[in-house]
């Protein structure tokens, strides 16, 4: 199978780390491991792509930018802000390294096309070839309840109620029943849950729907210029609180890269999205957590198999003492486990340049002895 390597060189604005540096690094890896696709981004020195683009395409790699959509845009462009279905604004506790994870409203075509603009603005003459869409989602139980209970905006309202569902009404709902309202009526481990409320059941659907239909709509704008689409999307198991329907938001993406993060104590990290859940609605009834063990792994894969585009699971292969607490035989696991679905690849995320050489040369001996 094939590799994604990708790499974060910084927010909007920040100094990315020297073009030389980055090429090494995946000429270093891709002399080890079959590279097919370089994720890069989002920083706008238009320097370190035109840099590091040269080297691929040289090697016959594909350069795909890293593209936030939903958050982080904010900060170099003026977007309409979500708010809660009360009609509050959202807050944002969470800031790491430089990321807010403050979310836009997703029913607002302003703010797709706002996604469109920077990628003309800064990108469209780096040498791209594809386009790999980053938060494609609402707010998390990062921001509690308000965060998955968003976007109540007027104009998601009208978008809500096109979908039948009455935003006052899920606020109401909510207000009246408390943690009760995310009481399941069956919670599997591939998210597909079910609750028992259907009012509140069907809030969650439609938030699908409607972020499925402003990424397809992104998809082929980019897709018509000519340029591969990926997305990021949330484990299976956590995806649905975040408004991400597999089937739905995938229809027009050229490949996917499932974020299936069991060590990371941050936002995407599966656990770490199940606790805020349990910190969230303590007293909601048919929820648990289950084990971030191999056996939960292959539950998410199974979830992730149904999809018709290309796969490319990801793993964490960057080590950070306090957010990412990954190991050899956690890379070895995770990656064996990927191997044996036969999928296209697997992506070594979030930060290559941030992975331990002893994390490498496990990936590495994976593809020496794969069984």
Not at 192 to 212: G, N, P, T
Not at 272 to 277: D, H, K
Not at 316 to 341: K, M
């Amino acid at each position: 199978m094939k590799y994604i390597l990708q790499i974060h060189t910084g927010s909007w604005k920040d100094q990315p780390d020297e073009p030389e540096r980055i090429v090494r690094k995946i000429e270093e890896v891709s002399s080890r491991i079959p590279v097919g696709k370089v994720i890069i981004g989002w920083s706008t020195d238009p320097l370190v792509y035109r840099k590091v683009g040269e080297y691929l395409h040289g090697s016959g790699t594909e350069m795909i930018l890293w593209l936030p959509v939903f958050s982080e845009t904010n900060k170099i462009l003026e977007t309409d802000e979500a708010l809660d279905v009360f009609g509050k604004r959202i807050a944002t506790p969470v800031e790491q390294v430089g990321e807010s994870f403050t979310f836009g409203c997703f029913s607002s075509r302003h703010n797709t096309r706002k996604a469109e603009e920077i990628y003309e603005q800064y990108f469209r003459e780096c040498g791209f070839d594809g386009v790999f869409l980053d938060r494609i989602r609402s707010q998390s139980f990062v921001a509690g309840v308000s965060g998955v209970l968003s976007c109540g905006c007027e104009r998601c309202r009208k978008a809500f109620l096109q979908k039948g569902v009455d935003i006052d009404e899920v606020g109401k709902l909510y207000e009246t029943k408390g943690d009760a309202f995310f009481d399941m009526a069956s919670y599997p481990t591939n998210g597909r849950f079910r609750l028992k409320d259907e009012e509140a059941q069907r809030f969650f659907e439609a938030k699908e729907e409607i972020i499925a239909d402003a990424v397809t709509e992104l998809c082929l704008h980019f897709r018509e210029k000519g340029l591969t689409v990926g997305l990021d999307l949330f484990a299976p198991a956590v995806s649905r609180f975040v408004g991400q329907n597999y089937a739905a938001i995938t229809k027009q993406a050229d490949f996917i890269k499932p974020m299936l993060y069991r060590r990371t104590d941050a936002p995407a990290g599966i656990g770490y999205e199940y606790e805020l859940f349990g910190k969230a609605a303590p007293h909601a009834l048919g929820y648990r957590r289950p084990a971030m063990d191999r056996a939960f792994l292959e539950t998410q894969l199974d979830a992730v198999g149904q999809i018709s585009c290309e796969k490319y699971p990801g793993i964490e292969i960057n080590y950070d003492r306090e957010l990412v607490r990954t190991d050899v035989d956690y890379i070895t696991e995770s990656l064996s486990a990927i191997h044996a679905r036969g999928f296209e690849g697997a992506a070594l995320c979030w930060n290559l340049m941030q992975a331990p050489d002893a994390h490498i040369d496990a990936v590495a001996g994976l593809e020496r002895n794969p069984d």
